[in-house]
């Protein structure tokens, strides 16, 4: 059984790749991902646009959710860089007739060395209310535009899946093995098989005592779906 964990609307993609592989398995989302409203700061950041190099996105949730206080200034601006950290998120920018790079890797470290490579010195980075890692890994000027964030889905019910011999996991987040470690800590960890978006959730997973646990090729759903069913 592939245990499907990502939240309700973007989990209906992975669902619908699932299905059309023939895959058994079963969507509990673990989180839900709500609007915030940005700090005074932020906004101010925006206004004084002009000041980067570069605008980042970093998921789809961070398009969505700062569009609204991003699309006045940037229809002015349509000529600087912007970079998405994977294809999904470089897709729902097209939709909005928003163009972008990507880095070769879809993850932290590929973002660097992609802000390294276009000698980008000041970014303005669209994320969530965590603080995202590329912080750690560019010497260029990062500064943050925090719109959303990432929670606890409640009521919870890991029921279903209790009697399952096998168990492949889809974890994409940090938050999601997070909840998931949480939720399932009285459950048999040696029916689990884990299946991640990054080596960082990997590492992490080792200390919520997880055995089994795999990075897939990329965090796309093609690629974690894929890894998945090499593990039935």
Do not use: W
């Amino acid at each position: 059984m592939i245990v499907n964990t990502r939240p309700e609307e973007i989990g209906k993609k992975t669902n619908a790749l699932l299905r059309n592989h023939g895959c058994n398995f079963i969507h509990i989302p673990l989180t839900e991902i709500s609007r915030i409203e940005p700090s005074n700061e932020a906004k101010l950041l925006i206004n004084n646009i002009d000041n980067y190099d570069a605008l980042i996105f970093t998921s789809q949730s961070s398009v969505k959710y700062s569009m609204s206080f991003l699309k006045r200034k940037y229809s002015d601006k349509k000529k600087m860089p912007i970079i998405s950290i994977g294809s999904a998120t470089q897709n729902f920018l097209e939709k909005l007739n928003i163009s972008s790079d990507v880095p070769l890797t879809y993850d932290s470290l590929g973002l660097s060395k992609l802000i390294k490579e276009k000698k980008y010195k000041r970014c303005l980075v669209f994320c969530g209310k965590e603080d995202p890692q590329i912080l750690s890994l560019s010497e260029a000027e990062i500064h943050l535009f925090k719109c959303y964030e990432t929670i606890t889905k409640k009521n919870i019910n890991l029921l279903k899946i209790k009697n399952c011999k096998k168990l492949i996991v889809l974890i994409y987040t940090n938050k999601s093995l997070e909840v998931f470690s949480e939720k399932y800590k009285k459950g048999d960890m040696r029916k689990i098989v884990l299946i991640v978006a990054s080596r960082r959730i990997k590492k992490l997973s080792v200390k919520y005592g997880f055995k089994n646990c795999f990075v897939a090729k990329t965090p796309l759903d093609k690629d974690m779906i894929s890894a998945a069913m090499g593990k039935l």
